[in-house]
């Protein structure tokens, strides 16, 4: 859907106190000229580049008009393919002293605040419960290593759905012998197809299921990133030089305009 400021976005269907979007890298209408990416990279100093700040800007002033709220500050950290889970007024407080791959979202706690993972291809999972939500950044190494229990682990309440957005996809993404075994051994049977095409979204999906989601409750829209490279970025298929889409998680005041999940 385009929220109302006229910037794409995708929007999961989710309990009202939660919101959930997605962004791609299309730039709305008043986000910048014809040609520009909508591109949500931080540089290593973990600041925003001049144009992506403005975009982070923009980000912020459609969150705030498709949730009906005020324009939420974007807390986004430096992310490193590690597990560490904190919640997002405490990243926020403390600002990039450390680095971390997920973030709590506790309304009340954390009111007026939105939790900002970037990607380009690894999986973003949100877990949202009946107090709280964490948003995580599914790596391969992440899922090894268990960020979406560390993100379930860092909710004050247990998950009870959680949602896989936009990321690269078993048709797409192919992985060494070591890998592929490891992921055989920590997750079992299926998550590695014929070719070791590795299945990040199966392993995200079992890797909920180990902290009470059950499959049911576990939505995957499948939109893979490389299949998709007009809607989102690519790390395997541009390389070092792509941009950035976000997952964001906030706290709405009430009914969220539903999109696809």
Not at 64 to 86: I, K, N
Not at 213 to 239: E, H, Q
Request: proline letters at 8%; a neutral charge.
């Amino acid at each position: 859907m385009v929220a109302p400021v006229g910037l794409p976005l995708i929007v999961a269907k989710t309990p009202e106190r939660f919101a959930v979007a997605f962004t791609t890298r299309l730039v709305g209408v008043e986000a910048g000229s014809p040609g520009h990416r909508f591109d949500l990279s931080m540089d290593p100093g973990s600041s925003p580049r001049p144009r992506h700040g403005r975009h982070r800007e923009h980000l912020s002033t459609a969150l705030a008009e498709l949730a009906g709220t005020a324009a939420p500050s974007l807390v986004s950290p430096t992310q490193v393919h590690g597990v560490r889970v904190v919640g997002a007024a405490e990243y926020a407080r403390d600002g990039c002293a450390s680095a971390c791959d997920g973030l709590t979202v506790q309304p009340g706690l954390d009111s007026g605040l939105a939790a900002l993972l970037v990607f380009a291809d690894c999986v973003p999972v949100v877990l949202l419960g009946e107090i709280d939500g964490a948003v995580v950044h599914g790596g391969w190494r992440g899922l090894l290593a268990g960020v979406v229990q560390q993100g379930a682990a860092s909710m004050t309440a247990p998950p009870g759905l959680a949602i896989i957005g936009p990321s690269i996809g078993p048709c797409c993404y192919t992985v060494g012998e070591k890998v592929a075994l490891d992921f055989e051994r920590r997750y079992g049977d299926g998550v590695v197809l014929p070719g070791r095409r590795l299945d990040l979204w199966e392993a995200a999906t079992r890797a909920a299921g180990e902290v009470g989601v059950p499959r049911s409750r576990v939505v995957n829209p499948r939109l893979c990133t490389v299949c998709n490279r007009d809607l989102f970025f690519s790390y395997r298929a541009d390389g070092p030089g792509t941009g950035r889409h976000g997952t964001v998680l906030w706290c709405a005041a009430g009914d969220v305009p539903v999109g696809s999940a």
